[in-house]
Nanobody, 115 residues
Framework: GQPVESGGGLVQAGGSLRLSCAAS????????MGWYRQAPGKQRELVGT????????NYADSVKGRFTISRDAAKKMMYLQMNNLKPEDTAVYYC?????????WGQGTQVTVSS
């Protein structure tokens, strides 16, 4: 079913937040898990992904070195650790889980970074 994000909020520039994505049932049988974000008036963009067969993560250039994706398979959780946040990171953040014939999105969680 639909994953559920949590952990968003308001933070000052330079601060940190950790977002969580709770998967359910068979949605954790996946090929790729990822985080996306959408700022007001802009298209949804990729933040980063974790690929199950390789165990590798990939990140958008704008977040490399600041954001880290991790997961806890036993708890069916994925996380996005965000450090050194910038005002341009302000957006709604979405969890995405893709498998064979499936593509699930969460409802999103708001992250606001004040300058």
């Amino acid at each position: 079913g639909q994953p559920v994000e949590s952990g968003g909020g308001l933070v000052q520039a330079g601060g940190s937040l950790r977002l969580s994505c709770a998967a359910s049932g068979s949605t954790f049988i996946f090929n790729v898990m990822g985080w996306y974000r959408q700022a007001p008036g802009k298209q949804r963009e990729l933040v980063g992904t974790y690929t199950s067969d390789s165990g590798r993560t990939n990140y958008a250039d704008s977040v490399k070195g600041r954001f880290t994706i991790s997961r806890d398979a036993a708890k069916k959780m994925m996380y996005l650790q965000m450090n050194n946040l910038k005002p341009e990171d302000t957006a709604v953040y979405y969890c995405n889980i893709r498998g064979v014939g499936s593509n699930y999105w969460g409802q999103g969680t708001q992250v606001t970074v004040s300058s």
